[in-house]
């Protein structure tokens, strides 16, 4: 069994002006399709250094195998969790991300909006998804079957290496 964080990126969410329901989905979902315990949740506002900081945090601390992120990822001005991201992490894993925005576009055009980033830090895998509870539904659908084997790897449980040979 995997330990998983779940990070709500949202000002609003983080004032109390709303409830987060990506969050509870995304932590419901990792329970309920894949068995795994929900490590971490916290809600943090739309803040570059407040994003990063809990990444490092989780992976570097706590130890968590996937850190899903919610939020943040789209046009405006103050969505900035994939820089966030992208300061944490070590090394890309941009087929997730285009994995989810390939199947989004089949659902929305504006999926291909997203500038939601993929990557490992340490042996902590990050993915970043929209903030929309629909699109984390489907989003996360997308990516499920593909991270025990990710995880297995990250975590170098004997023989995964091998389930991948040809």
């Known amino acids: 069994m995997f330990r998983v964080g779940i990070l709500t990126v ?14 509870v989905i995304l932590a419901r979902l990792v ?12 809600v943090v506002p739309d803040e570059r250094e407040a994003i990063a900081a809990v ?17 943040g990822t789209g046009f ?14 070590e090394r890309a894993a941009p087929g997730l991300v285009e994995a989810m925005r390939q199947a989004g576009v ?3 055009p ?3 909006l997203s500038r939601a980033v993929a990557g490992i830090r340490g ?14 539904q489907e989003q996360f659908a997308v990516i499920a079957p593909a991270l025990p ?18």
């Open 110 to 112: 504006h999926a291909m």
């Open 55 to 71: 990444l490092r945090s989780w992976a570097d601390e706590e130890d968590l195998a996937l850190i899903l992120t919610t939020g």
């Open 149 to 166: 084997h990710a995880l297995r790897l990250l975590r170098q449980i004997p023989g995964e290496d091998t389930r991948h040979a040809v």
């Open 106 to 108: 089949e659902v929305t």
């Open 10 to 23: 949202s000002d609003r969410v983080s004032r109390g002006e709303t409830t987060d329901e990506s969050g």
């Open 123 to 136: 042996r902590t895998l990050i993915v970043n998804l929209s903030g929309s509870p629909k699109a984390v």
């Open 76 to 89: 405006a001005p103050r969505d900035v969790t994939p820089e966030a991201t992208l300061d944490v992490i």
């Open 31 to 42: 329970q309920e399709k894949l068995g795994w315990e929900i490590g971490r949740r916290a």
